[in-house]
């Protein structure tokens, strides 16, 4: 049995679409096989006819499933078998907090020679360090939670094509695609939902699974603050004084009147600066303690459990569509017997 294929030199000029109802257009306009494009014997000079007439050589003729029908259950069962469930490790949801940015407010006041010490500078350096900073954790944690859920465990919580579950059934559904278009080339009739394949982890998209899934995976912030703060507070030198290392004062002399006999006078003013210096390192810290803290071990726990129910399900389901075809083949061969 043979089939249409359509190549990237696709123009989107729409002259086969107006020869045959076996293509029909994309998203893009582009030429596309209908339940793979299979066509019987009697309809290959046509067809032969559609691809000389296409203007690019983008249309082409190949073998399909093949013309023994009876053989369909069995090569489906093997081109079901070569698609695989890849497996997910510790290094493929690892935890880099480095890789995520912390978003800290700029500090105010720098530079505002209006202390009238280095220590009463350096007061308020520390007093805007915390404010800014060092008060913010909770807020900076979140920030990397977020977007380490969003860069490494959101297709795992993600139950459509986009996700990891629904890229693995799109190469179930292709295949059957393919060959539910076989099939009908053939006079095979089979149920509409054939070329359905809809496998998540506990059954549905609506599982008691999938519901422990985005719990374990999406819900970092009940626990996460405190177990990052607790590894964080553990370490030394993590108080808030600790950091006045980083920053710095600076001092001036500032015009201040005249004297009785009227001389001008000058005195001393401080400022402080390098507050985002003290930030740096203070957000540095925090990432360690993120990293230190063991998510990726909870995070693969649970995608294990996840995938191994999900193979079993997967198994079934292929079992299920191999015997839905076998049927339908045995069905149309008793029907010529007839």
Not at 107 to 119: C, L, T
Not at 224 to 251: A, K, P
Request: with cysteine; aromatic share 12%; net charge negative.
């Amino acid at each position: 049995m043979k089939k249409f294929v359509v190549s990237e030199k696709c123009i989107a000029c729409g002259n086969c679409l107006l020869e045959t109802k076996l293509l029909q257009e994309d998203a893009e306009g582009k030429a596309v096989p209908v339940n793979g494009g299979y066509f019987s014997d009697d309809f290959l000079a046509k067809a032969e006819e559609i691809v000389a007439g296409c203007p690019v050589q983008a249309l082409s003729i190949a073998e399909g499933a093949g013309a023994d029908l009876s053989k369909l259950p069995e090569k489906l069962q093997n081109a079901l078998a070569k698609i695989t469930v890849p497996n997910v490790t510790r290094k493929d949801v690892e935890m880099h907090a480095q890789d995520y940015r912390m978003t800290c407010s700029y500090p105010q006041g720098e530079y505002r020679y209006d202390y009238s010490s280095e220590s009463r500078a350096m007061s308020a350096a520390e007093s805007e360090f915390d404010r800014i900073c060092y008060s913010q954790y909770k807020k900076f944690i979140l920030e990397v939670f977020v977007q380490y859920k969003e860069d490494k465990l959101r297709r795992f919580y993600t139950f459509d094509e986009s996700g990891f579950w629904g890229q693995i059934n799109k190469q179930y559904a292709d295949v059957l695609q393919e060959f539910a278009g076989a099939a009908a080339a053939g006079g095979i009739m089979l149920p509409a939902d054939f070329k359905e394949f809809e496998v998540f982890p506990g059954g549905s998209k609506n599982s008691t699974l999938v519901d422990i899934i985005n719990a374990r995976l999406k819900e970092f912030e009940d626990r996460g603050c405190s177990d990052v703060m607790r590894e964080f507070n553990g370490c030394n030198y993590t108080s808030r004084s600790d950091y006045r290392d980083y920053m710095d004062t600076d001092d001036t002399e500032v015009y201040a009147g005249t004297s009785f006999f009227g001389n001008d006078k000058y005195e001393d003013k401080y400022c402080y600066k390098d507050v985002n210096k003290a930030c740096e390192e203070y957000m540095g810290d925090l990432k360690d303690a993120i990293n230190y803290v063991d998510y990726d071990s909870q995070v693969i726990d649970t995608i294990d459990a996840a995938l191994k129910d999900y193979k079993e399900r997967v198994q079934k389901e292929i079992d299920k569509k191999v015997a839905l075809l076998s049927k339908a083949v045995a069905n149309s061969k008793a029907a010529l017997l007839k």
